[in-house]
């Protein structure tokens, strides 16, 4: 019996944890998307001298000119524009990033985060 009580114990203590630990290795794969969107647009500028690129993703793979520079990003990440700019933001969203209290830029409970046109987060 108290094998028992100890086990529930210990499963009740790691089950938050792991929800945790997967809710950050989430934030951190969007933070990582953006840092690879953002290389990948301010590549294409200074090898094009362009200002403007278009992009496209579905299902997680990049259409467009900067699918030379990036192919895939996460599946569940989408963007909400399809041009991306020497100065415009660029907004991530990934429904498995909602209600991640304290994570990137304070709580994300709309699962969407917001980026420098080279990827760095915003705060």
């Given at each position: 019996?108290?094998?028992?009580?100890?086990?529930?114990?210990?499963?009740?203590?790691?089950?938050?944890?792991?929800?945790?630990?997967r809710?950050?290795?989430?934030?951190?794969?969007?933070?990582?998307?953006?840092?690879?969107?953002?290389?990948?647009?301010?590549?294409?500028?200074?090898?094009?001298?362009?200002?403007?690129?278009?992009?496209?993703?579905?299902?997680?793979v990049?259409?467009?000119?900067?699918?030379?520079?990036?192919?895939?990003?996460?599946?569940?990440?989408?963007?909400?524009?399809?041009?991306?700019?020497?100065?415009?933001?660029?907004?991530?969203?990934?429904?498995?990033?909602?209600?991640?209290?304290?994570?990137?830029?304070?709580?994300?409970?709309?699962?969407?985060?917001?980026?420098?046109?080279?990827?760095?987060?915003?705060?």
């Open positions: 019996m108290i094998v028992v009580v100890i086990i529930g114990l210990l499963a009740a203590m790691a089950i938050p944890a792991f929800k945790k630990v809710e950050t290795s989430i934030a951190k794969t969007v933070i990582n998307d953006a840092r690879q969107l953002g290389g990948a647009a301010q590549q294409y500028f200074m090898e094009n001298g362009a200002s403007t690129v278009a992009c496209t993703i579905s299902a997680g990049i259409g467009g000119p900067l699918s030379v520079y990036v192919t895939k990003i996460s599946a569940a990440t989408t963007m909400s524009q399809t041009d991306l700019t020497t100065v415009a933001e660029i907004v991530l969203a990934n429904p498995n990033l909602k209600g991640v209290a304290g994570g990137p830029a304070g709580d994300d409970t709309d699962g969407v985060i917001t980026f420098t046109a080279d990827g760095v987060m915003k705060q």
